[in-house]
Structures are given as C-alpha cells and as structure tokens.
C-alpha cells in the first residue's frame, strides 16, 4: 500500500457524459500527478499539480480538467467522454517538485459505452 | 522528443532463471531513471539511478545505469512466480519535465 488513495476504483457510464475522479497522495507530498494508461499507449502523464498550482501539463485533451485542493487532494474531470477515454487512471504523489520518486495509487478504471 | 525504449517486450522464463531486463533513452539533460514494478494494478517503485548512483541492489533486484550509452538494466536472479509483472522504466528529462515511461517488459515466471 503505498499510501495514495483513489476513488472509485471502478467507473462505467457512457459516451457525452462526464465525470470526476479523486485522489488523495501520501501524507507529506506536495505534488499530484495524473496518468493515463492504456494498452496499447502504456503509462501517459497528464498533468502535475504542487501545493495547490499547476507544475507541468502533458498530453491532457482540452475535455479533461484538473485542480489541486488546499487540503491537497486533487480531482480529474473528464468531459464529454469517448470510447477511447477506457483506460486506468492513475494518480500518484511525491514529497516535491522535481526528481522525486513517484508513489502511485490503486488506480481508477474507467469504462465508456 | 524523449523517448524511453524498453526490450523485450514480454519474457517467459522457469524459476530459478536468472532475467535481464533493458531499457534505453534518448532525452534531453537527463537527470534520473526509475525502475517500477507493476502486478494487478499500481506500479510501485523499486530503484532510482542517478549520476551519483549509477547501481543499486535490493535483494535478488539490482540495476545498474551506463550514462555513456543511454541504458539502464535490471536484473532479477532465482526469479520466483512472485516476480510475474510488467516491469516499467521511466526516465526525468530535465528538472521541469514529468517523467517518460516505457511501455514496460511482461515478465512470466512460470513453475
């Protein structure tokens, strides 16, 4: 258990809709980072956020939005989905900003219809 | 644009063998590569290597990292079953960027 949480672990529903994925890092961390992994693309960064701002964005559609709450967890909305959005989203959390090894947690996967 | 290339894709192998595991990368200002193991679901961390720590050895795991020619490998002996996973390489281009993963090597350890 490497102390990041993720909520819910599993998510179905359908294409156009839209919907929120949560994550809580390690006690400590600071920063928060989104990825999208899928069979055939492997582990994709989306986006970092440390102490509550963005840090460094990656191949994030303009449909998925993030942020980073003062209490530390951050949230991934993802809009107007596609089939293609199926995929395991993971978060994951480090104690900084830069170099840092990167807990990952359980992952959510999402399921579009 | 970086790029973190890992080989073999998938290895079968009986314990007891002994597995090398490749990853190679060409990114700009490297800073460090991470090792990840990766079972049913999150991958968790196993090795950092950076230029002031070019090996690194944990149990029947080591790593080792030739910055000269752009490759890390790890190295697993008397593989067990336990060891099944993806095992995932990931490198930090520079201090600003996010890390770059490869697509991982499926290792199968099998009775």
């Known amino acids: 258990d490497s102390g990041v949480t993720q909520t819910p672990k599993h998510l179905i529903t359908a294409t156009g809709q839209r919907v929120t994925l949560r994550c809580s890092p390690r006690?400590?961390?600071?920063?928060v980072y989104w990825y999208q992994q899928s069979l055939d693309q492997g582990l994709q960064f989306l986006i970092q956020?440390?102490?509550?701002?963005?840090?460094a964005k990656g191949n994030i559609l303009e449909r998925f939005s993030a942020q980073q709450f003062p209490d530390l967890h951050s949230e991934l909305n993802l809009s107007s989905l596609e089939l293609g959005d199926s995929a395991l989203y993971f978060c994951?959390?480090?104690?900084?900003?830069?170099?840092?090894?990167?807990?990952f947690g359980p992952g959510t996967r999402l399921l579009v219809l | 644009e970086d790029k973190v290339v890992q080989s073999p894709l998938s290895l079968v192998v009986h314990e007891g063998d002994t597995v090398t595991l490749n990853c190679s990368y060409e990114?700009?200002?490297?800073?460090?590569l991470l090792w990840y193991k990766q079972e049913k679901k999150a991958p968790t961390f196993l090795f950092m290597l950076?230029?002031?720590?070019i090996e690194k050895k944990s149990g029947r795991l080591s790593s080792i990292l030739d910055k000269k020619e752009l490759f890390s490998i790890l190295n697993i002996t008397a593989t067990q079953t336990g060891d099944s996973a993806i095992y995932l390489c990931?490198?930090?281009?520079?201090?600003?960027?996010?890390?770059?993963f490869g697509k991982g090597t499926r290792l199968s350890v099998i009775a």
């Open positions: 994951a959390s480090s104690v900084g900003a830069l170099e840092e090894t990167q807990y």
């Open positions: 006690s400590g961390d600071l920063s």
């Open positions: 956020y440390y102490n509550g701002e963005e840090r």
């Open positions: 990114v700009t200002n490297f800073r460090s």
């Open positions: 950076t230029s002031s720590g």
């Open positions: 990931a490198v930090y281009p520079s201090g600003n960027t996010p890390l770059v």
